[in-house]
Nanobody, 115 residues
Framework: QVQLVESGGGLVQPGGSLRLSCVAS????????AGWYRQAPGKPRELVAS???????NYADSVKGRFTISRDNARITVYLQMNSLKPEDTAAYYC?????????WGQGTQVTVSS
């Protein structure tokens, strides 16, 4: 089993920044592919950013140039640096990783962008 725990969410004003962290534990020694989804009330879950084992990254068009995904293999942690936040970024953010054809999810962390 693999457990993922996110942290770093909160309330921030428009234009502000947050950094989300996702730490893995359990039957995992390093991430393969991993990333972040988000889900706002009444909307489907959408992929925000992903990173491969080789650190290739992919971003949703809505966050390109503002968000940066990175990984720390030694800490088995994936980060999402979010800058220039907008009210439309408000959502619950979930990290995931894929391992041996299974997808594991964290419990989510809430990000609210409001003045």
């Amino acid at each position: 089993q693999v457990q993922l725990v996110e942290s770093g969410g909160g309330l921030v004003q428009p234009g502000g920044s947050l950094r989300l962290s996702c730490v893995a534990s359990g039957s995992i020694s390093s991430f393969n592919s991993a990333g972040w989804y988000r889900q706002a009330p009444g909307k489907p879950r959408e992929l925000v950013a992903s990173i491969t084992r080789g650190s290739n990254t992919n971003y949703a068009d809505s966050v390109k140039g503002r968000f940066t995904i990175s990984r720390d293999n030694a800490r088995i942690t994936v980060y999402l640096q979010m800058n220039s936040l907008k009210p439309e970024d408000t959502a619950a953010y979930y990290c995931y990783t894929r391992l041996l054809a299974l997808t594991y999810w964290g419990q989510g962390t809430q990000v609210t962008v409001s003045s």
